[in-house]
């Protein structure tokens, strides 16, 4: 099986920054796609950065010009370096991985959830 794990959230003061990771390990194949979502007490989880294998990414309106998703492939990694933190920003932040664990098999994996706090 496939397992991701999450690490870097903390509290931050707006303005401030943070970068978060997440690591992939077990049965990995390749690794089509991966990204980040976040949600916040009583909302739906939605979409922050998707980066895909060609290193092409896709940005939530609300975070474009502020958030950097990267790659690290060799060590099956994924980064959101996060800038001019708001807020609103705050959130339980998840990773995700679209991910083959056999030649043929593919799956969605998700993180753990790591918690982002922007407050003064």
């Known amino acids: 099986q496939v397992q991701l794990v999450e690490s870097g959230g903390g509290l931050v003061q707006p303005g401030g920054s943070l970068t978060l990771s997440c690591a992939a390990s077990g049965s990995i194949f390749s690794i089509v796609a991966m990204g980040w979502y976040r949600q916040a007490p009583g909302k739906q989880r939605e979409l922050v950065a998707t980066i895909n294998q060609g290193g092409g990414t896709n940005y939530a309106d609300s975070v474009k010009g502020r958030f950097t998703i990267s790659r690290d492939n060799a060590a099956n990694t994924v980064y959101l370096q996060m800038n001019s933190l708001k807020p609103e920003d705050t959130d339980v932040y998840y990773c995700?991985?679209?991910?083959?664990?056999?030649?043929?098999?593919?799956?969605?994996?998700w993180g753990q959830g790591t918690q982002v706090t922007v407050s003064s």
């Open positions: 995700n991985g679209k991910i083959y664990f056999s030649q043929t098999r593919w799956d969605e994996f």
